[in-house]
């Protein structure tokens, strides 16, 4: 496997990217002017690394784009959804919006409820040339057999019984999960990064739209955890991170994970 990360501004190093290389992309962006990111959330231009992203995306790969809306005057600016819009413009199916909810909130509002969410967007270029769905929410009705009373409603609004084959089959333990996915922000005492997001979350949409072997980028790397993702999951990796702080974090991380997993094969 392949782990590289440069530290440079992504729009100058995905220059070097070969068209239709990458199988899958997770990564987040700033969001509007909550983090200054050491100054450099003012290098960060939208437009362009889209752009990029596109060209250097395999068809059928996958863009996670993980973002949250700052709140101006009074207003969410909608900066998430006109980013999501502009890949659709670009040629991006928004295969799914998913919700990654946090168990807590960091700014309880005194105005509106508390927000504790942010979204994901799954952007495909053209269909998803690789989906494992994960299967592990537990269904309430496991073991159970779907029954001949059971009736399925019709875009007109009338009901139709199911067919022969679905009747009787035993539900199974475990179902797909919900496109909201619960997950804890990180929240680890020291922290030099202001915005790092759950391995866990990372990993499971590596393992949700890519296969071991695949090229994963993270083009606004941070403190490397999509990095240590793809160590963990056998995925090669290309990042970016402009701040060099942040960048010997995640050089540090990347290497501590390699470690790790070869002194497990051992």
């Not at 590289?4 to 969001?31: H, Q, R």
């Not at 996670?64 to 819009?85: K, P, Y």
């Not at 969410?117 to 994960?134: I, N, R, W």
């Not at 990095?227 to 991380?253: H, K, P, Q, T």
Request: aromatic share 12%; with cysteine.
């Amino acid at each position: 496997m392949s782990y590289e990360i440069f530290n440079e501004n992504c729009l100058e190093g995905m220059k070097g990217l070969a068209d239709d290389l990458v199988d899958l992309t997770v990564t987040s962006p700033p969001y509007d002017n909550l983090r200054t990111y050491n100054g450099h959330v003012k290098d960060f231009r939208f437009e362009p690394l889209a752009q990029e992203l596109w060209r250097v995306t395999k068809r059928g790969g996958i863009v996670v784009w993980i973002v949250n809306d700052a709140t101006i005057n009074g207003s969410e600016t909608g900066t998430s959804f006109r980013q999501a819009l502009y890949f659709k413009d670009l040629g991006f199916n928004l295969h799914d919006t998913m919700i990654w909810q946090r168990a807590g909130c960091t700014a309880p509002e005194s105005n509106r409820y508390y927000p504790n969410f942010e979204y994901m967007f799954v952007l495909s270029k053209g269909a998803p040339k690789t989906v494992h769905l994960l299967k592990d929410r537990k269904n309430l009705s496991a073991g159970s057999k779907k029954s001949e009373h059971a009736t399925l409603r019709l875009a007109d609004g009338t009901f139709r019984k199911p067919s022969k084959n679905w009747i009787g089959v035993e539900t199974s333990e475990y179902g797909v999960r919900f496109n909201i996915w619960r997950q804890p922000q990180y929240t680890a005492r020291g922290k030099v990064h202001p915005a790092t997001f759950p391995l866990k979350l990372v990993e499971d949409h590596i393992k949700s739209w890519s296969n071991a072997g695949d090229t994963i980028l993270d083009p606004l790397a941070g403190s490397g955890t999509t990095a240590v993702a793809c160590v963990n999951l056998a995925r090669n990796f290309i990042g970016f991170e402009i701040s060099a702080e942040y960048y010997d974090i995640a050089r540090e991380r990347i290497d501590k994970a390699i470690a790790l997993k070869e002194q497990s094969l051992f």
